[in-house]
């Protein structure tokens, strides 16, 4: 089946960028997604791509694709404290509107 | 602020009894809404599709008898753990897609404890 991957600890210092990372295997996604989950809280929407896309930036968030490689990537550029959460990629499933999610990257910023 | 919400947002029971979980989009329709399981440290896991007018659909290994789920509107859908065991205590999250499904919103999730 289709499958989401990525990696499941980051941790970075208040004031740099973050990378977080994810592989998906679907080569027919149409949406890819982002999503962040504070402790005890349900998921926020951050930000989705559409897979004719390259790069999407929205203020400090800009995610990646490359489609070739299945890659998908978000970069929070002057990562805060408050940014310290379990970040979620997820990829449509077959139209649908079922999201396959990926196991989650907590990051951790360190003042 | 919150497009989808849950009620309630805790709850704790005993073994044996059922537990009623809500999920509604707050200011657009959801002809779909998704109910999703998360153990502590893990991903979700899609449970069932919650179809408006017509049955849910269930994803493997889910037991369809344990987990009712009523679409009752357009704005609604329920979650009924029937003879709750401590094993379904989970944290339980609802979505529904907005704008031709290429936005998911979450609700803020249901935590349940079964002793």
């Known amino acids: 089946g289709e499958d989401v991957e990525q990696s499941l600890f980051l941790s970075v210092r208040e004031g740099d960028s973050s990378v977080i990372n994810c592989t998906y295997t679907d080569s027919s996604s149409t949406y890819l997604y982002w999503y962040k989950q504070e402790p005890g809280a349900g998921l926020q929407l951050l930000t989705y791509?559409?897979?004719?896309?390259d790069m999407k930036q929205d203020q400090r968030l800009t995610v990646l694709l490359n489609k070739k490689d299945k890659h998908l990537s978000l970069r929070i550029a002057d990562t805060q404290t408050g940014d310290s959460a379990i970040y979620f990629c997820a990829d449509i499933y077959n139209q649908g509107g079922k999201l396959i999610f990926g196991q989650g990257t907590e990051l951790s910023v360190k003042p | 602020g919150a497009v989808v919400s849950q009620h309630p947002s805790w709850v704790i029971c005993k073994s044996g009894t059922s537990v009623k979980i809500e999920c509604r989009s707050l200011d657009f329709q959801a002809t779909t809404m998704f109910w999703y399981r998360q153990f502590p440290k893990q991903s979700l896991m899609l449970m069932a599709t919650s179809n408006e007018g017509s049955k849910a659909t269930y994803e493997q290994g889910v037991e369809k008898d344990k987990f009712l789920i009523n679409h009752a509107s357009l704005t609604l859908s329920t979650l009924t753990v029937t003879s709750a065991h401590p094993e379904d205590s989970s944290f339980y999250i609802c979505s529904a897609p907005r704008d031709l499904g290429e936005t998911q919103y979450f609700g803020p999730g249901t935590r349940l404890l079964v002793l």
């Open positions: 791509i559409f897979s004719n896309m």
